[in-house]
């Protein structure tokens, strides 16, 4: 199993410890470093830093959102850092939720999810390949554009640039059995957003026809620490803000993933408190032991016994969340 260090996105400003941080991943032998978005930093300008200052781990987007920029647009990101990098990238992508796309983006939530996903990295891929112009007869992405505005003059293009490597990777963050079936086949790789070991069994069947090589990427909070609770307070945090407001109360996908992870009448009382304003509280209804099976918390003893559960299933690389040098380097330890 491989390891990657998974920066996110930043919070008030920039996070300085991020570059000394993906060095330390780096010098440790860490595969990857990746960043993200959401309606502040974005995912690429943070990974052209990080790449300026490293040589050899490969840089990621976990994830990139779709709504931000056209696939044309995201494509022409991925070549020229892939260019700029010596061809280290791997483009993760995310569809986001209609809450973002509608209202930050000001862009509608697409009716059909996986239709324009499948067409956005369509496009991506005819981009990287560079085989002719880029055409597609799209729903929600054509090329050219043929909308009831449109001039009439667009033509199918082919990029100047000549991308490094018409095979660079592309992965997807999917929550949906259906997406994640969708994503075995049209991708080369899976951004899971929480995953538990112990129910690997809820997408055995969304990941059956996955290719050889197929890659499994969850992201996880690594921390080593004496004390167990405290440790998984910040996770707690996270899913309180993801599940009680990273979405509308009637259609919020990260409620939607815990509910079917069994913890449906939880998913629903941390919503409740989080849109009543009682945020505090929301945190701390997040389920100690939800959090705890999507992550790797407590002392080096405890976290090398669970770390092999991560490594026994479908699992190809881990992305440790934001760890601290400490934790970055015992994780690296255990896992070599």
Known sequence: MRLGLALGYWGRGPVPGHVPLAQEAERLGYDSVWTAESWGSDAFTPLTWIAAHTSRIRLGTAVAQMAARSPAATAMHALTLDHLSGGRVTLGLGLSGPQVVEGWYGRPFPSSPLTATREYVDVVRQVLRREGPVELDGRHHPLPYRGPDATGLGRPLKPITHPLRAGLPVLLGAEGPRNIAQTTRIADGWLPLYWSPGRADLYAEALAGAPKGFVVAPLAQVRVCADVAEGLMPVKAMLGFYVGGMGHAARNFHAGLM???????????????????????????????????????????????????????????????????????????LNS
């Open 259 to 333: 509910a079917r992870m069994g913890y449906e009448a939880e998913a629903r009382r941390v919503q409740d408190l989080f849109l009543a304003g009682r945020r505090k509280e929301a945190v701390q209804a997040v389920p100690d032991a939800f959090a705890d099976e999507i992550s790797l918390v407590g002392p080096r003893e405890r976290i090398a016994e669970r770390l092999e559960s991560w490594r026994a299933g479908p699992v190809t690389d881990l992305l440790a969340l934001a760890p601290d040098p400490v934790s970055l380097k015992v994780l690296a330890e």
